[in-house]
């Protein structure tokens, strides 16, 4: 929008329309935030991710590919598997017991499995499985296994690709 959403914003087929907000919460939880929008005939939204750029600032876009009205709706929510693995991580630096830690991650990867898709929520369970393994491990002495699947890049796609469908907050445009 131009001025506040005095005036529409226009875009040219084929081209990325950029989208930018100023997007915070309170408290020390990281966030994650996506760009929904639709042609005005089409029913349902598509969503595209966006990327946080430093102090607050986040940046997304979406291709326009035909002629007519585009909405979009920005949508934030606190990213509860990044903030786990992030303070995860800090409290296995500072040399402190990861073994609860662990389980609550095995939790909240089970929670995903419910709304993921029948392929990925087997691989969700196995994972959740594999963390609370993980943390009897732990209980040991040995975080080593935890900490490479807690930080395993396979996780991370697969809890993003089925994020909270709630949004903290929305911005309808």
């Not at 296995?92 to 990867?109: H, R």
């Not at 594999?130 to 996780?155: F, H, N, Y």
Request: a negative charge; aromatic letters at 6%; proline letters at 5%.
């Amino acid at each position: 929008m131009v001025e506040s959403g005095r005036y529409p914003a226009k875009a040219t087929i084929g081209e990325p329309v950029l989208v930018g907000a100023d997007v915070f919460t309170d408290g020390h939880d990281d966030l994650a935030c996506t760009v929904r929008y639709r042609h005005e005939d089409d029913r349902t939204w598509s969503t595209h991710p966006m990327s946080h750029l430093g102090n607050d600032r986040w940046s997304g876009q979406f291709a326009v590919d035909r002629l007519g009205a585009y909405r979009f709706s920005i949508w934030a929510t606190v990213d509860r598997f990044g903030t786990w693995r992030r303070e995860l991580l800090v409290k296995e630096n500072a040399g402190q017991a990861i073994v609860v830690e662990l389980q609550v991650g095995a939790a909240l990867v089970a929670e995903t499995a419910a709304r993921a898709s029948r392929a990925d929520r087997a691989v969700l369970l196995e994972l959740a499985q594999g963390l609370q393994a993980a943390s009897e491990v732990a209980a040991r002495g040995d975080t080593e296994p935890g900490l490479a699947l807690a930080t395993a890049p396979a996780l991370a796609e697969l809890m993003a690709r089925w994020p909270d469908p709630v949004p903290a907050a929305s911005s309808d445009i």
